[in-house]
């Protein structure tokens, strides 16, 4: 047997070793350079997934559902013991669509060729930050997603003024950059627009108009400035323009709409009214409301089971009270819930941004004065009937809603324009709240800038708000650890890591 001395192994396991190492060690399925359309397209579905509206937090919140579990029930009831699940968005966000579209952005930005692909994403990463934001206040920005590129593993946080400023500022740049002369766009890989340069430019001029909006308490001088400036370049007012991320019916889950699919999950796939899963169902203040007011989007969005069927009758409709403690009722096959062919439609688009909240916030804006081109009554009634019509887009049948019932709820609900300011903003709020849905945290940052609509808070045994409605999510508690020492400065700048710590535009 010959034995080789210890040395002589060494060299041949790395002669022998050495050989080959790079082909055996690289994995024949991977990419060695990211491919850039293709962290769009991921960039667009989580940054359209990743939001307040995920989950049952926020409908609660804003009254749309409900549930006798009080953990599926924390945004109906404030349940302490569930506070902590506030801080997901924030989580979720930053390893997904803020570092993708970061890269997007590095990979694009420093080649002329390239400028539609530059203005878009930046317009993107203008969007989920402004989600972030509003939701916390106070978030990393500047120094967000470097951790790979400048080995920023502690990003400081920034003060809600500045990334308002910032963001505003990106979506005039990003607006103005656009080439309608260069071919080069992400084309299929745009998920919303397909590369129309044309309708990208309509979208950042939106998200100006609703950010512009946001600043009317804290700065309205600032508000009216970025609103005008919003108009001028032009803001999505035809149905063709609306901002909308498509879906498919099968396939991966990220193919499939966010909201749909997780109520779906959470609740509803048993499709049978008893077998809810978290024990969800729509919530009483919500669905009396629309019978109330005669308002036809009751049989598109809800429905109750009887004798396992779904039925759309409008008379049957009944929401379930948030106050319920715990126990399951005995008559909970008989409470509304959404509807499987609408709300649940897992291949219905996500809307983004509406003609609908367009015409709404423009008639705020006439209301103060700074729009005056058009009346505030007949944006007001655009809204109504836009808010309506994009049921069509979601359930994919025309003409969804009758016309002539929209033109009786129209007739039925006029802008009280004898009354003040306040009662008319009410109104187009209230409007906001029924026709927005399902983006519930865009009517959560509207309710809190104006109050409207009027929600009466939960008064729930145990809850941790003292029966008020919170005013913003908790920071995660990974960030107390992992990233102390900005936090603490976030935290003293702004106030308490606290639900009912308002944010700076929250006045």
Known sequence: ????????????????????????????????????????????????????????????????????????????????????????????????????????????????????????????????????????????????????????????????????????????????????????????????????????????????????????????????????????????????????????????????????????????LRADGVNNTEGGKFQEIFISSLKTNKDPRLGVLSVVYVNGVASSDESIQKGMPATINGTKPADFVTYSEPKQTTVLKVDAPLLIFTVAEANFLLAEAALKGWYKTETASALYETGIRAAMQQWDLISGVSNVIDKARIDSYVTAHPLKTAGTVAEQTEQIYYQFWVGIFPDAQEVYNNYRRTGYPALVPNVYPGNATGGKIFRRFLYPVLEQTLNRASYNEAVQRQGTDDLLTRVWWDK
């Open 1 to 268: 047997m010959l034995l080789l001395p210890l040395w002589g192994i060494g060299g041949l396991c790395l002669t022998s070793c050495d050989k080959d190492f790079v082909e055996i060690n690289t994995n024949p399925n991977a990419v060695s350079v990211p491919t850039t359309p293709y962290i769009f397209s991921k960039a667009l579905y989580d940054g359209a997934a990743n939001s307040g509206n995920k989950g049952s937090l926020l409908f609660g919140l804003m009254q749309y559902t409900t549930s006798y579990n009080d953990v599926e029930g924390f945004g109906s009831k404030y349940t302490a013991s569930q506070v902590n699940a506030t801080g997901g968005v924030f989580s979720n966000s930053y390893p997904t669509q803020i570092n993708e579209i970061g890269e997007v952005i590095k990979a694009v930005k420093d080649d002329p060729s390239k400028v539609n692909l530059y203005a878009a994403a930046r317009i993107w990463r203008v969007f989920c930050y402004s989600r972030l934001t509003d939701l916390y206040g106070d978030i990393p920005y500047s120094e967000a997603a470097q951790g790979y590129n400048l080995s920023i593993f502690q990003p400081k946080y920034d003060a809600q003024s500045a990334i308002y400023a910032d963001m505003l500022k990106e979506l005039e740049t990003a607006a103005t950059s656009f080439d309608a002369a260069n071919p080069t766009t992400f084309g299929t890989s745009d998920l919303i627009y397909q590369g129309n340069v044309t309708k990208w430019k309509k979208f950042a001029y939106s998200l100006m108009l609703r950010l512009g909006m946001r600043l009317s308490k804290v700065d309205a001088t600032l508000a009216q400035s970025w609103v005008t400036k919003a108009i001028a370049g032009g803001v999505i007012r035809d149905y063709a323009d609306i901002a909308k991320v498509s879906y498919l019916a099968s396939g991966q889950n990220i193919n499939k709409n966010p909201i749909a699919w997780q109520l779906l999950n959470d609740n509803y």
